[in-house]
T-cell receptor
Framework: DAMVIQNPRYQVTQFGKPVTLSCSQTLNHNVMYWYQQKSSQAPKLLFHYYDKDFNNEADTPDNFQSRRPNTSFCFLDIRSPGLGDAAMYLC?????????????FGPGTRLTVT | SQQGEEDPQALSIQEGENATMNCSYKTSINNLQWYRQNSGRGLVHLILIRSNEREKHSGRLRVTLDTSKKSSSLLITASRAADTASYFCATDAGGTSYGKLTFGQGTILTVHP
């Protein structure tokens, strides 16, 4: 089945130790998104790619970076995780950026920072 | 500032009852979408309503949109215990937003068997 896959599902890292979260999709969608969701809050958009055109939100901390080496894969790098970065990180895709742009989400990676 | 605000924040009902959730937003939109999120999981798209549409149905779901009031509602009829989840509205402002969605804070729905 076509889907959005995130690995790992659970990630524990130490304060200040770089961590990379990965996302892959078999939907062949043009747009990929990374969201941060803290407990009982709305998902907050960090980055999105339209094909390889990269866009970061104005309030995304510099500590976060993203890479999309090809259509299928996208990575989220957290260079120096702090305790405040503990959250669920959600990857999503949409077929296009205009018109029917409903998003398909992966199961998320729950990041714990110790 | 947050585009979407949802009301109520939490809703508790019995199986078989209807559940209504409301969403208000601030700026003009291209479309509005509703998503469901089970605890600790990703979001699942439920329904999309365009700005020129007033009502859409999908199974037990009914969504309305009033662009003059900048509000939408999601009605789940004949609710089931499996409908227990958080429900989010999300708005697409269109233009050069590249399909970016702004999510509301969500409504936590609990359906008791």
């Amino acid at each position: 089945d076509a889907m959005v896959i995130q690995n790992p599902r659970y990630q524990v890292t130490q304060f200040g130790k770089p961590v990379t979260l990965s996302c892959s999709q078999t939907l062949n969608h043009n747009v990929m998104y990374w969201y941060q969701q803290k407990s009982s809050q709305a998902p907050k958009l960090l980055f999105h790619y339209y094909d390889k055109d990269f866009n970061n939100e104005a309030d995304t901390p510099d500590n976060f970076q993203s890479r999309r080496p090809n259509t299928s894969f996208c990575f989220l790098d957290i260079r120096s995780p702090g305790l405040g970065d503990a959250a669920m990180y959600l990857c999503a895709t949409s077929r296009d950026a205009w018109g029917r742009n409903e998003q398909y989400f992966g199961p998320g990676t729950r990041l714990t920072v110790t | 500032s947050q585009q979407g605000e949802e009301d109520p924040q939490a809703l508790s009902i019995q199986e078989g009852e209807n559940a209504t959730m409301n969403c208000s937003y601030k700026t003009s939109i291209n479309n509005l979408q509703w998503y469901r999120q089970n605890s600790g999981r990703g979001l699942v798209h439920l329904i999309l309503i365009r700005s020129n549409e007033r009502e859409k149905h999908s199974g037990r779901l009914r969504v309305t949109l009033d662009t003059s009031k900048k509000s939408s509602s999601l009605l789940i009829t004949a609710s089931r215990a499996a409908d227990t989840a958080s429900y989010f509205c999300a708005t697409d402002a269109g233009g050069t937003s590249y399909g970016k969605l702004t999510f509301g804070q969500g409504t936590i729905l609990t359906v008791h068997p």
